[in-house]
């Protein structure tokens, strides 16, 4: 797993999240199903994005982290919109 956490209300929420682990139950297999992202809002999953095919996990890996990278501005700020965060002064 490799996600984006926020701390909010005394807690870290997860924010955005790319995970593969065949073996748990409801578990998401990359090499079969591909790679997807989850959205995050109010501690719930909000949605799911297809985002490859299948794919090798440690190409799968590698492919969300760099995209967490990249983007982790935008996910944090859209994050923030919908919680109502307007200044991170006090985190």
Do not use: C, S
């Amino acid at each position: 797993m490799v996600q984006i956490e926020y701390w909010l209300d005394g807690g870290w929420q997860a924010v955005v999240r790319y995970d593969h682990d065949e073996d748990a139950e409801g578990g998401h297999d990359v090499t079969e199903e591909g790679l997807h992202r989850d959205i995050y809002r109010d501690r719930e999953k909000i949605r799911t994005e297809g985002v490859t095919g299948p794919l090798p996990a440690n190409k799968a890996f590698e492919y969300a982290e760099e995209d967490l990278k990249e983007h982790a501005e935008e996910y944090v700020r859209r994050f923030e919109k919908w919680h109502g965060v307007k200044d991170r002064t006090d985190l």
